[in-house]
Antibody, heavy 121, light 106 residues
Framework: QVQLVESGGGVVQPGGSLKLSCAASGFTFSNFGMNWVRQAPGKGLEWVAFIQSDASDKNYADSVKGRFTISRDNSKNMLYLQMNSLRGEDTAVYYC??????????????WGQGTLVTVSS | IVLTQSPATLSLSPGERATLSCRASQSVLSYLAWYQQKPGQTPRLLIYDTSNRATGIPARFSGSGSGTDFTLTISSLEPEDFAVYYCQQRNSWPLTFGGGTKVEIK
């Protein structure tokens, strides 16, 4: 069955960096676009970034553009999010997600359990 | 594209009909999805492309609309349906979510 397992979250100071990982299994990872979605404590959902199946196309939310970089390693079935210049408003649970089994990778059909990033001094 | 959901909170009793609204600041054609999120759980895709139920979603959930105005209807609320519901558009980048509607027990 499809499994997405995030890791790499933690506490980081403002201005710091963190790299999140998402291990994928149960499907042909290299065939699907992937996303990062975040949710601040007690708040709604915010899409963060998308990467095409072959990494040929990437898109970012305006709030993270220039600071975050999405990447993938299809040989390892891994998705990444490099987060630089972190701010307090980046504090959130970060989920990896994909539209496996539905018409588009821009739909969030499967979700990981999330990893918490806390930006605080 | 800004998605505005209304009402923010809907107080209903089990067995009642729930009607949730999502309005887009510009047309998203039919590329509108709905998600359900319960406390402490990850979101679940309910409806995609306006009216298509995702795998395993009960028939009491239905979606309608086009362009800028969309509706999620729960025909008869079950106890497990009390949750927060989000709409999401995939017509253009950046992908966006609405702010959510909480369906609570009256």
């Amino acid at each position: 069955q499809v499994q997405l397992v995030e890791s790499g979250g933690g506490v980081v100071q403002p201005g710091g960096s963190l790299k999140l990982s998402c291990a994928a299994s149960g499907f042909t990872f290299s065939n699907f676009g992937m996303n990062w979605v975040r949710q601040a404590p007690g708040k709604g959902l915010e899409w963060v970034a998308f990467i095409q199946s072959d990494a040929s196309d990437k898109n970012y939310a305006d709030s993270v553009k220039g600071r975050f970089t999405i990447s993938r390693d299809n040989s390892k079935n891994m998705l990444y999010l490099q987060m630089n210049s972190l701010r307090g408003e980046d504090t959130a649970v970060y989920y990896c997600s994909s539209g496996i089994g539905v018409p588009s990778a821009s739909l969030f059909h499967y979700w990981g359990q999330g990893t918490l990033v806390t930006v605080s001094s | 594209i800004v998605l505005t959901q209304s009402p923010a909170t809907l107080s209903l009793s089990p067995g009642e009909r729930a009607t949730l609204s999502c309005r887009a600041s510009q047309s998203v054609l039919s590329y509108l999805a709905w998600y359900q999120q319960k406390p402490g759980q990850t979101p679940r895709l309910l409806i995609y492309d306006t009216s298509n139920r995702a795998t395993g979603i009960p028939a009491r959930f239905s979606g309608s609309g086009s362009g800028t105005d969309f509706t999620l209807t729960i025909s008869s609320l079950e106890p497990e349906d009390f949750a927060v519901y989000y709409c999401q558009q995939r017509n253009s980048w950046p992908l966006t979510f609405g702010g959510g509607t909480k369906v609570e027990i009256k």
